[in-house]
């Protein structure tokens, strides 16, 4: 319609066709046509005031579509409905109509003919505007593999983890190689203390480190990012299941870190591309003119948002993880590879195990049950024996050296029978030692000690010999004047020679 009240225009101050048609190429068989309607509908007489667009429409018709050849998919319209009435896509109904319709177009004709039959949706998108300091959107995203210098310079897939704060679009990037609750706190900590200030809110993908169930208006965040979150005084926002645009502008800032800076690089190892993206970051992408705001990303955040950013806390955040935890039959609990100890009547039940950088906390419910150290590698045992019950206390308490020192207080006949005892197999044989020095509770020194001594005098120093001795009262008795031919230490150990067994012959191989 435009064109059209221009070419009327230019016919109302006498232009030829051949002008006209140079200079709004249209061709001259138009012009005449327009010219025909325009003057049937008073257009072209002096004094005559241009009508607007609408008013022309309705005088002259719709303008001219240009010519549209018939598709080859329209004698098979009715075909083509039916089957993309039932599901079926658009490959497969192609495949269709060429083996069982004979169809002999191109696929690209089945396309655009569904397309008429069936319009695409119109999205909408509505843009976000944040005040300075108001929110920061977060995201990890696979950033490549990268040499790992803790495993002897091995590949190991990394992540790149962004905040990008969205007011300024400044950024804090990251490579990782994990999103465990430690790693996504961490990058956190840091990423806070390199704005200098916190925002009031933090938008975030459903990220099992963050939060546990995807839910909009009620979701269940991880108790340690849920700590983080009140200790910094920030809110967490995740979004939508399966809706990044949701958080466009960190999603925009991680495609071009990949694209400017991670794409044709090449690094030493994980250490030295982090140095550099952190250069990256200050020197590139903070001083370029944002295609959004059209203004450097650094320059608004110093201008503007850092101070309104909200302070950070005199303290720093030290818990680095939070999970559920089952004690086990031998009183301890596993968290990370090592082995914590609980009073053993939480057997069986389940804690809250809260991990800072340096001490374990474990509850069960508000009740803080246990803390310990924090053990910094894999296998540690971290236990307290008045976790155990007295009886399985005493038995890690009393260990061969002190049950050896206790047999010397009580006298010499004693500290051999124990020594004799604990010469061979100590851990299997340490608890009859035990019971045998427990026996001096119920019978005395003296009588324990006469006890040992005919024990050794018949060369028979088990724990059960000892005990059926003191029933008897045959400590009591005197010893026999001559000592038996079989009495020694060495009684069950290796009562015959080998030679007995083998012969002398060499053997061949």
């Not at 319609?1 to 051949?18: A, K, T």
């Not at 400044?170 to 990423?191: N, P, S």
């Not at 203004?295 to 302070?311: G, I, M, N, V, Y």
Request: with cysteine.
């Amino acid at each position: 319609m435009h064109y059209l009240r221009e070419l009327i225009h230019r016919l109302r101050l006498g232009q030829s066709d051949r002008a006209i048609s140079r200079d709004l190429e249209i061709s001259r068989n138009t012009i005449g046509k327009y010219r025909s309607l325009a003057q049937k509908a008073g257009l072209l007489e002096a004094g005559v005031c241009l009508p607007d667009i609408r008013s022309l429409a309705a005088l002259l018709g719709p303008a001219p579509a240009p010519p549209r050849p018939a598709s080859s998919v329209q004698p098979y319209q009715e075909i083509v409905e039916r089957l993309l009435a039932e599901g079926v896509e658009m490959t497969a109904l192609f495949e269709r109509l060429r083996m069982d319709y004979g169809y002999k177009g191109s696929y690209s004709s089945i396309r655009r003919f569904v397309r008429r039959l069936q319009p695409a949706k119109v999205r909408v998108t509505v843009r976000v505007q944040t005040a300075p300091g108001e929110e920061a959107q977060v995201d990890f995203s696979p950033a490549g593999r990268f040499l790992d210098p803790s495993l002897e310079g091995r590949l190991r897939p990394a992540h790149i983890f962004v905040m990008t704060l969205s007011f300024s679009r400044h950024q804090y990037a990251e490579l990782v190689f994990d999103q465990k609750i430690a790693t996504w706190i961490g990058c956190h900590r840091r990423a806070l203390a390199h704005f200098g200030g916190v925002p009031q809110r933090i938008v975030l993908d459903n990220l099992k480190a963050a939060v546990l169930v995807a839910s909009l208006h009620d979701p269940v965040l991880g108790e340690a990012y849920r700590r983080m979150a009140q200790h910094y005084g920030f809110v967490v926002s995740p979004n939508r299941p399966r809706t990044p645009q949701h958080k466009g502008k960190v999603e925009s800032g991680v495609h071009f870190i990949k694209r400017n800076f991670l794409a044709g690089q090449q690094f030493a190892d994980i250490g030295e591309a982090n140095l550099r993206l952190a250069e990256w970051v200050r020197e590139r992408a903070g001083v370029r003119e944002h295609g959004t705001t059209h203004q450097p990303p650094l320059t608004l955040f110093e201008q503007q948002e850092r101070a309104q950013l909200l302070p950070l806390p005199a303290e720093s955040f030290e818990l680095i993880d939070s999970r559920q935890v089952k004690v086990h039959p031998d009183c301890h609990v596993v968290i990370a590879g090592s082995y914590y100890s609980v009073p053993f009547r939480y057997v069986g039940q389940r804690l809250d195990a809260f991990v800072f950088e340096r001490v374990v906390q474990l509850f069960a419910g508000v009740e803080l049950v246990a803390t310990h150290p924090r053990a910094m590698a894999k296998g540690v045992w971290r236990t307290r024996l008045e976790h155990y019950p007295s009886e399985k206390a005493a038995f890690l308490e009393k260990t061969p050296q002190y049950c050896q020192a206790r047999a010397q207080q009580i006298g010499p006949s004693t500290s051999t029978a124990v020594e004799q005892l604990l010469a061979e197999r100590p851990l299997d044989r340490l608890r009859s030692v035990q019971a045998l020095l427990r026996l001096e509770e119920v019978v005395g020194r003296r009588r324990l000690e006469a006890a040992c001594q005919r024990a050794i005098y018949f060369g028979d120093v088990r724990y059960r010999r000892i005990k059926d001795i003191l029933n008897a009262a045959l400590d009591q008795m005197p010893l026999p004047a001559k000592s038996p031919a079989q009495a020694g230490s060495q009684l069950f150990l290796f009562a015959r020679s080998a030679s007995e067994f083998f012969g002398q012959e060499k053997v061949k191989c």
